[in-house]
């Protein structure tokens, strides 16, 4: 508390502790005034995050108040003067860029509706302290893309402040309230009650209402959160997997169960088996399943014969030997062709010493020893022929081909013939390796498949890869080169041997036991197996129920908030608060409001577990309370609001300045005429700001001012009015204020718009035209109340025309000429020039200087006439009573 006579609820909050949940809906409370479901659900948030009932993806942010974030009283020696807002842009469909000036005390802004008074109004209820619920304010919704709501605050110490969308604007809020219709607070009904929370206070039951909220959705998430777990069930099973299921709860160990979940190849291919083998217990007899596994016995060590010959074919020292073989052999051809090369150079067909020609010398030889039996080769007589051309030989072709033979003879290629017979036959015994035993059509292959399908799978890759080191073997020895060999195939014999153990097994329990328990321990096995099946499909929701039920046990355990720190801290403030004369105060703002609430209604304090306000109780001796709106009119609630908002400020330590949107809607004349002169009032210690579309509320306003003297109220009014060419808002001053003080002057401003006019051209021009024939016609307006009418009752320009041609005071037909240059300039106004009776004289400089020629002579010829008329010269003269 700041004083005896003043009370600020802002700098008590300040120092409340509070637990950081809290701490925000409070400040949230503070800045915005309310707080909608997404508000209470970003609370619930920082609730459960406090209760660490989520996890945290960053570091905690702390919530505080401060300077910052809510209305504190200004520290300033005087109160600050609101001088005008300019440099408005994209607010609402109002033109940009218009200046709103105000003076220091009452301050009447007026404009018909949809001229965009409004929309000025809500930019200062955006930006200023304001109870209402609806602070929000929009861009022009005619436009897709409207540019940044942004306008600039100047005060009258110099200082300025730029407004801009959802950012704080201290200057406007810690040094203006807002009232307006909807902050006209009617509560329950149902409770016969009228309750009215002094401003900061209706905080309390905002805050209770959090918690009621985080009452409600931590229930709800609990409710929703609680697993469906009899859909994960395994109905029928007395399995491991079934049990653990069948009592799910928080403690349950997932990491139990997902080790369980993960089934393997050879897992699946045993289910495949275990169906076979069940359908096969069931459909033969016994004695013929044990000759059938006898004989998969003796396939599986057929196919290990076959395995271990492939192995033994394989391994690793013949690759060794046809590695070194196949290097001999290189080195021996090398000595070959070198020696070839050396011998034969000079002879006439080359190349000498390869392959080819080795074949065809020998081939020749062998033929010598077919054509010369018992003969060397080449014979050596005079008359010997060739074996191939049978031409006769030369002593030069005879010594040639004895060299040939002596080279094919040597020891070098002795040595190369007998390593290619051993490279030769360690081919063939690679290329007699069986691969073919796994061909579908074999028995071999049916009986793995049937057996065991991983085995099958297994050889089967085995064998794969054999063929593959088979054809690496051929291909090398082929081309006589050494390449890199594929790897050698896993060995498989433990696996065969481990399924013909298998096979030994099933037949000893086949003799052994009964077929009906074989049956059973397959059919439990398979089981097992289909629950670890059925697991692993629907384990993302097993572990989803475990979080779960771990969070509803930690949710459980939560005490929950409850509301009794805030009645405790709302009595003490309010303690506090009466103290400062509170409802004293109301029911004297409520008296001067003319406000007579019902004999039965006690000005209290209401307190609760859930939250304390000020109550108008409206108890009365009927059996069945009526509700408050059912006594009270709309008019009359929205007196009690003024009348708390009023209350609140004078119990500020600074004078705040005030803003008051339409105040006066549902409201008679008479009230009009309270409220005007309450409000003037309020005008001599603080600046006011008055918007209305009322000309009844702005006379009362101008007349209460005048009544208290220009010294004490300074009154400045403006317009706010729509542009008639494009039908734009929010234009202002364009048109005359409607009060006498200004129209009076309408004539010369009519006169200053003619004198723009004629410097400019175009649209400009027009413009200036335009404005002329409004402060002309409002000219007459005044003429017609002032000097036509005789100023006996004020008119209302619904009327105009019924006035001025009822007139006592002129003649008819010059008082509806009155009034047909006065439609008439109306119509200019409006933009409605392009009427027939317009196409020969449009609207130009020298219309409009015809029109004030024009008015200025009826005005002349008027004062004459009422001269005499008073005087008492008048011939014609009319009784006024008659």
């Known amino acids: 508390m700041n004083s005896d006579k003043h009370f600020n609820i802002f700098d008590e909050l300040k120092e409340w502790s509070l637990p950081n949940w809290e701490q925000y809906a409070l400040l949230l409370l503070c800045q915005k005034g309310s707080l909608d479901d997404e508000d209470k659900k970003s609370i619930y948030n920082e609730f459960k995050l406090d209760e660490e009932l989520e996890v945290r993806a960053e570091k ?12 504190h009283i200004s520290n300033q020696s005087g109160p600050l003067i609101l001088s005008r807002i300019c440099g408005t842009i994209g607010i609402n469909a109002l033109v940009d860029g218009q200046t709103l000036s105000f003076g220091p005390k009452l301050n009447v802004i007026y404009g018909p509706n949809g001229s965009g008074k409004s929309g000025y109004a809500r930019i200062l209820k955006s930006a200023s302290f304001t109870r209402s619920p609806d602070a929000k304010i929009y861009g022009n919704v005619h436009i897709l893309n409207s540019k940044p709501i942004s306008a600039t605050f100047v005060f009258d110490d110099g200082s300025t402040t730029k407004f801009e969308k959802g950012k704080p604007c201290t200057q406007l809020r810690d040094n203006f309230a807002v009232f307006d ?89 045993r289910m495949v088996i275990l169906e076979t083998a069940i359908k096969e217990l069931h459909r033969n007899d016994p004695k013929d399943i044990i000759i059938k596994k006898r004989q998969i016995g003796k396939d599986i060590q057929s196919l290990i014969g076959k395995i271990k010959h492939i192995n033994k074919t394989l391994d690793t020292d013949k690759i060794t030997a046809i590695e070194e073989k196949l290097k001999d052999i290189k080195t021996l051809r090398e000595l070959s062709t070198a020696a070839s090369a050396s011998q034969f150079a000079k002879e006439p067909i080359q190349p000498i010493g390869t392959k080819t020609w080795k074949r065809l010398i020998e081939a020749a030889i062998t033929y010598n020893s077919e054509a010369f039996p018992e003969k060397p080769f080449p014979v050596d007589s005079e008359d010997v022929r060739c074996v191939l051309c049978h031409q006769k030989l030369d002593v030069d072709a005879k010594d040639r081909l004895k060299r040939f033979f002596e080279f094919v003879h040597s020891e070098a290629e002795n040595n190369l013939r007998v390593g290619l017979t051993q490279l030769t036959k360690l081919q063939e015994e690679v290329e007699s390796i069986d691969l073919a035993f796994i061909d579908e059509t074999t028995a071999i292959y049916r009986t793995i498949k049937d057996g065991d399908e991983t085995l099958f799978s297994t050889i089967e890759k085995y064998v794969l890869e054999a063929k593959d080191l088979k054809k690496s073997f051929v291909d090398n020895i082929n081309q006589e080169t050494w390449n890199v060999l594929p790897k050698r195939p896993v060995d498989v014999i433990d ?3 481990n399924l013909r153990i298998k096979m030994a097994g099933e037949i000893r329990r086949l003799r052994v036991n009964s077929v009906d328990k074989e049956i059973s321990q397959k059919e439990d096995e398979l089981k097992c197996l289909r629950d670890r099946k059925h697991l692993n499909k629907i384990f993302p929701k097993i572990k989803e129920a475990i979080v779960n039920y771990k969070w509803i046990n930690k949710a459980g355990a939560i005490a929950l908030p409850s509301p009794r720190h805030i009645t405790d801290k709302r009595k003490n403030l309010v303690d506090k608060l009466i103290g400062q004369n509170f409802i004293k105060r109301f029911q004297d703002e409520c008296e001067e409001l003319d406000l007579m609430l019902p004999a039965t209604t006690e000005v209290k304090i209401r307190g609760s577990s859930e939250s304390t306000s000020w109550e108008h109780n409206m108890s009365t001796h009927y059996s069945s309370t009526p509700a408050p709106s059912q006594i009270l009119s709309e008019g009359e609630q929205t007196i009690v609001a003024l009348a708390d908002f009023l209350t609140e400020i004078n119990l ?29 009032k309020e005008a001599i210690i603080r600046q006011v700001i008055i918007f209305t579309h009322d000309i009844m509320f702005v006379n009362a306003l101008a007349q209460a001012a005048k009544e208290l003297g220009a010294s004490n109220v300074q009154f400045k009014g403006c317009t706010i009015s729509v542009d008639p060419s494009d039908k734009t808002p929010g234009y202002i ?44 016609r409002a000219a007459y307006e005044n ?31 010059t008082n509806q000429e009155v009034v047909n240059r006065y439609e008439k300039l109306s119509r200019y106004e409006q933009g409605h020039s392009h009427s027939p009776e317009f196409h020969e004289k449009p609207l130009a400089c020298d219309v409009l200087e015809e029109e004030l020629e024009a008015f200025a002579n009826l005005c002349k010829s008027y004062n004459q006439a009422a001269n005499k008329f008073r005087d008492g010269r008048s011939k014609e003269k009319k009784d006024v009573f008659s």
């Open 733 to 776: 001053d364009r048109t005359l204020f409607p009060c006498e003080d200004y129209e009076k002057k309408s004539e010369t401003k009519a006169k200053d718009f003619l004198e723009q006019a004629k410097l400019l051209q175009g649209a400009e021009q027009a413009e200036k035209l335009i404005l002329g024939c409004g402060a002309l």
């Open 181 to 269: 219709s909807s902050c006209i607070r009617v509560y329950t009904d149902s409770k016969s009650q009228f309750d009215v929370s002094p401003y900061g206070f209706d905080i309390f039951p905002a805050l209770a209402d959090v918690i009621t909220f985080i009452k409600q959705e931590l229930s709800s998430e609990i409710q929703a959160k609680t697993p469906e777990i009899e859909s994960l069930k395994i109905l029928d099973s007395t399995t491991k997997i079934a049990s653990i299921l069948q009592d799910l709860n928080a403690g349950t160990n997932i990491q139990e169960l997902e080790k369980l979940k993960e089934l393997g190849g050879n897992e699946k291919a």
């Open 783 to 813: 003429f017609i109340q002032k000097q036509l009418f005789g100023d006996v009752i004020a008119r209302w320009r619904e009327n105009i025309r019924a006035t001025a041609v009822s007139s006592i005071y002129y003649d008819q037909k």
């Open 652 to 680: 500020n330590n600074s004078p705040l300045g005030i803003i008051l949107d339409d105040p006066v809607n549902s409201m008679d004349h008479l009230r009009k005429e309270l409220i005007a002169n309450r409000l003037v």
């Open 60 to 71: 905690q942010q702390i919530y505080s108040l401060d300077d910052s974030s809510m209305p």
């Open 495 to 497: 696996t065969c041997k």
